[in-house]
């Protein structure tokens, strides 16, 4: 999708917002993070377009009242969904594509911006459909760590790859994701990098994170954060999914026991109230992503239309 097209669909779910959910142009400018002149702009190019008729004239229609839905129910801050190809080759590609767009947004900025991020199969797909930029100004912050106990590094690291590709400062964690010990995890995050990089977290403007499902050859147990008896013991609790490794019950709910106990990334209370943005899609992880919206762990969502479509079927 080139520039055009993605100017198009912002002012589809511009002129959406507008005249069909009757949203002010202050109301639009927060819903899709632009200014509110540039909201202003996007509903008259909608016009010039002829987007606009006695109906929005778009292949968009259904993905943006999905999202409203969504907003809706969950009491979101955020939402977008991305048009589902009926056969994708690679879903979480075309959700990564779709994301970028909203990531752009905020590195797009003149003014200096804390990003932060956790790590993840739809946040690489997304941060690798970023343009190159040249903002020396922007910070890109890491919410966990990158290696599994044994110092096995993550493939889906994404802070340095992103920084590297906007010329951005970047900020790792420099522990695993789940320490071995309570013990082990309260002294890392004693040390003065942990404390830096948790410092710029509490001033972020947003943070996307990656939602992961709690089961067998689950992508935490993939890469090694998760062994096979603290997946035993986190489905003999109840835990349907995890944000930043924390697991969590299909109430949204953090689970007791030796796993939430031992990880080492950042606690979710720091990451920013209203725009901390689930980047996930997939039939796998439906109950895992509504599970997160009930217990409000995130406060926004970009999804696919599939997804969009199963989570207003049934909660």
Excluded at 109 to 116: E, F, H, I, L
Excluded at 148 to 167: C, F, I, K, P, Q
Excluded at 248 to 263: C, E, F, K, Q, T
Aim: proline share 4%.
């Amino acid at each position: 999708m080139d520039r055009h097209e993605r100017k198009l669909d912002l002012a589809a779910r511009a002129a959406w917002l507008y005249y069909v959910a009757n949203n002010t142009q202050d109301e639009i400018a927060a819903k899709l993070n632009v200014s509110r002149p540039a909201a202003q702009r996007l509903v008259s190019l909608a016009v010039s377009e002829r987007l606009i008729k006695h109906r929005l004239d778009h292949p968009l229609t259904d993905c943006i009242a999905q999202a409203e839905a969504l907003r809706d129910r969950f009491q979101l801050t955020y939402c977008d969904v991305a048009p589902a190809d009926p056969q994708p080759k690679d879903p979480i590609a075309n959700l990564g594509d779709w994301a970028a767009q909203t990531l752009e947004g905020y590195l797009t900025s003149k003014a200096p911006t804390v990003v932060a991020l956790s790590a993840g199969r739809a946040l690489r797909a997304m941060v690798s459909q970023i343009s190159p930029m040249n903002q020396p100004q922007h910070k890109i912050v890491s919410l966990q760590g990158h290696t599994a106990t044994d110092g096995r590094a993550s493939h889906y690291e994404v802070v340095m790859y992103l920084a590297d590709r906007v010329n951005a400062q970047a900020y790792l964690l420099s522990t695993p994701v789940v320490a071995r010990s309570a013990e082990e995890r309260a002294y890392l995050q004693k040390q003065a990098s942990f404390m830096a990089v948790q410092e710029l977290v509490r001033q972020a403007k947003v943070a996307f994170v990656g939602i992961g499902e709690i089961t067998w050859n689950g992508p935490l147990q993939q890469d090694g954060s998760y062994g096979d008896s603290e997946v035993a013991e986190l489905l003999d609790l109840k835990a349907v999914g995890a944000i930043l490794a924390w697991a969590y019950d299909r109430d949204g709910r953090l689970v007791p026991g030796s796993i939430n106990d031992r990880v080492a990334g950042m606690s979710l209370d720091l990451l920013p109230r209203d725009r901390t943005i689930g980047v996930a899609c997939g039939a796998g992880k439906v109950e895992a992503i509504r599970a997160a919206l009930r217990g409000k762990l995130v406060s926004g969502l970009i999804t696919d239309e599939a997804t969009a479509r199963t989570l207003l079927a049934s909660d």
